[in-house]
């Protein structure tokens, strides 16, 4: 998070009044969500026949950061003859945001690491977009405001709250050893390369090693590599099921070993300046689409569902729902680029169906809670990221974190919950079927425990819900035929790009999946230039 579009349908719901020891405390109640219902028109396909007519060059079917990263290449090679299609009523996908009076919030992606060095592209589009403003040493050097501020991380654990987010409070020394253990791993896992000379693991993955020699990681889950080298300690267990939920939705008895070690590895660390701190904006990732949507303006079209698509000898016919106007539109174009998760895909195009149903996708929620104030015992001050050691979910971000104001009237946070189990799909039900009364006090059970008081403190809550929140990397997946298959193009006319298709739902790989698709549109390489 911290990866079709995450954005907003409204449910209203009446305020709830809530007894709290003896002061009526009222907490406005908000359900937003990813516009499911539309999405699953796409079983049934009962839409009108289509009335009018587009014809274009260049079709991008979805607005998330692949879509909006594929469109910015085009750009780049002076093609302007294109147009994006998406289903929400607004751009960025698992990277959009939301706003209320007081602060700008994410609705799910919070944060960029900062990226490799080798990583260009991804330098070019953060120095385009301000965010690096200088180079020293051949490092970049970034706009302060826009790295994270200190305190950046905390954990509140037995009691208290340490800053950092590895257990240390509290320990025994044969769990503070392992961590030490752990950590001492996963540094030569980050500095191992293969025979090729290239690293085992890094971002994008298309720059890993094709040297096999690690493959069998993907074959067995993150927990069993852990207790395969004796990773025995509740602390290691816990910190590194936090981690794997944080990025893939699932834990280490889910996820395979081989992304487990790649959330560890692939980031190099090289610019000694910044101490392993994280770009963000009160709005999250968000910021990222703001900069991106320059490229689309005056080329998208909202709230616009595809639903068939089919291969003719001049091109590409896709039919498209005009969600708002309730009206069917043909439109014909040359090259069509799915940047669609694969759950989508499956439905528009034949033959995906099958590879399709190797991917699996966590659900998710987040709450973004708007308070008068934090309360807690003061062991360690408020910081952007605030994780409770062993609670049901992931913590959660201060947004207001980066600001500069010395006064602020209310305060804005953002908890995320992933379901992490061996049946996502009932999971996903639940999340869709039960009231938002229950996931509220949820939230509220698992915040208490560092902030015993806080819902005296509430003010309102909406609950954002992400059925497919992003792809999980399960064992067999990253090294499988299905994920090489799913990539691969159909007839040179209809063409795939998304971060499930790298198997590892993170900003980069989104961004990188746009830039390759259209280079190998247009020069026939999928080399990133």
């Known amino acids: 998070i911290k990866k079709l579009a995450a954005l907003s349908i409204i449910a209203a719901v009446p305020s709830l009044l809530v007894s709290c020891k003896d002061k009526l405390i009222e907490i406005a109640l908000k359900l937003t969500g990813t516009n499911h219902i539309l999405g699953h028109r796409l079983w049934l396909k009962n839409f009108p026949k289509p009335t009018n007519e587009i014809k274009i060059p260049y079709l991008i079917v979805g607005g998330g950061i692949s879509g909006l ?27 959009a945001n939301g706003e209320n009076q007081y602060s700008k919030f994410p609705l799910a992606a919070h944060y960029l690491p900062l990226p490799n060095v080798r990583d260009k592209e991804l330098l070019n589009f953060l120095e385009e977009s301000k965010i690096i403003v200088d180079y020293k040493d051949n490092l970049p050097v970034f706009d ?92 290691i267990l816990e910190y590194v099921d936090y981690c794997c939920k944080d990025d893939f939705g699932l834990g280490i008895e889910f996820v395979s070993a081989w992304a487990g070690i790649h959330y560890f590895a ?41 639903y068939d698509i089919q291969l003719n000898s001049d091109g590409v016919k896709v039919l498209v729902f005009n969600a708002k106007s309730n009206e069917s539109i043909t439109i014909l174009a040359e090259k069509v680029i799915l940047a669609t998760p694969q759950y989508i895909t499956k439905y528009l195009v034949s033959e995906r169906k099958n590879t399709a149903n190797n991917f699996h996708y966590a659900p998710w929620f987040t709450a973004s809670i708007t308070l008068t104030d934090i309360p807690d015992n003061g062991s360690f001050p408020l910081s952007w990221d605030n994780v409770i050691y062993k609670a049901n979910g992931l913590g959660y971000v201060y947004n207001q974190h980066q600001n500069i104001e010395q006064i602020i009237d209310k305060k804005v946070i953002t908890y995320y919950y992933s379901f992490s189990s061996n049946d996502i799909k009932k999971d996903r039900k639940e999340l869709l079927k039960k009231p938002i009364e229950h996931w509220k006090e949820l939230v509220l ?85």
């Open 266 to 306: 692939a980031r190099k660390h090289e610019n000694n300046k910044y101490d392993d701190t994280v770009l963000t904006w009160p709005e999250g990732n968000g910021r990222l689409v703001k900069h991106l949507k320059s490229a689309v303006e005056n080329k998208v079209l909202t709230n616009h569902l595809v």
């Open 445 to 529: 059970s698992d915040l208490k425990i560092a902030h015993p008081d806080i819902d005296q403190y509430i003010s309102a809550i909406e609950i954002h819900r992400i059925g497919h929140g992003m792809i999980s990397p399960v064992p067999n997946f990253l090294k499988s035929k299905s994920l090489e298959e799913a990539s691969k193009s159909i007839g040179n006319k209809i063409y795939f790009a998304h971060s499930d298709l790298a198997g590892i739902s993170i900003f980069e790989e989104a961004f990188h999946q746009g830039i390759n698709v259209v280079n190998k549109i247009v020069d026939g390489t999928t080399l990133d230039s």
């Open 144 to 235: 302060e405001t826009q790295l994270c501020f200190d305190p950046n991380e905390r954990l509140f654990i037995r009691n208290s709250w340490q800053t950092d987010l590895i257990p240390r409070y509290g320990n025994s020394k044969e769990a503070d050893n392992q961590m030490d253990l752990f950590l001492q791993k996963m540094t030569e896992f980050r500095e191992n390369k293969g025979k090729d000379g290239k690293y085992f693991f890094d971002i994008p993955k298309s720059f890993c090693s094709s040297d096999e020699s690690l493959n069998s990681l993907d074959e067995i889950t993150m927990k069993e590599w852990l207790l395969d080298n004796n990773f025995t300690a509740e602390e």
């Open 69 to 95: 990263s594929a469109a910015r290449q085009f750009k780049r090679k002076g093609i302007e003859d294109f147009l994006v299609l998406e289903l929400e009523n607004k751009l960025g996908g698992n990277s």
